[in-house]
């Protein structure tokens, strides 16, 4: 009989087989899209996170804001391919892609004001 495996591998195996088709259907969904369409998809994915993540800053419960966190940082993990396919063909996306690539590794808090700037004028237009 074989031991189970640890629910931590079964989960990360999950989350990387996930990754991988969100990656892959994005990449076939921008056959037809200019960087510029891919960027701005990216820009409302992110505009989505950072009302998510206000919200969750003035939300008195610390359950629900938690949970707005936890929301807000799904957004913004949600708009790295789109980005980096703009960014790959349109170095006017570098920039974006270079910062949500850090939410693995930086608070969403200390990314802010970066994504604020890198997608105001598109979300403006």
Known sequence: MRAPRPLRSRLGRGAALA????????????????????????????????????????????SKAASLRSQALIELRRALPSAALAGASDGQWQALMATLSESSRVPEADLVTALSAQCAQTLSS
Request: glycine share 10%; with cysteine.
């Open 19 to 62: 990754a991988l088709l969100a990656t892959s259907g994005t990449a076939l969904a921008a056959c037809g899209q200019g960087s510029s369409a891919l960027g701005h998809k990216a820009c409302v994915e992110v505009s989505r996170s950072l009302r998510l993540f206000h919200q969750s800053e003035s939300s008195p419960d610390p």
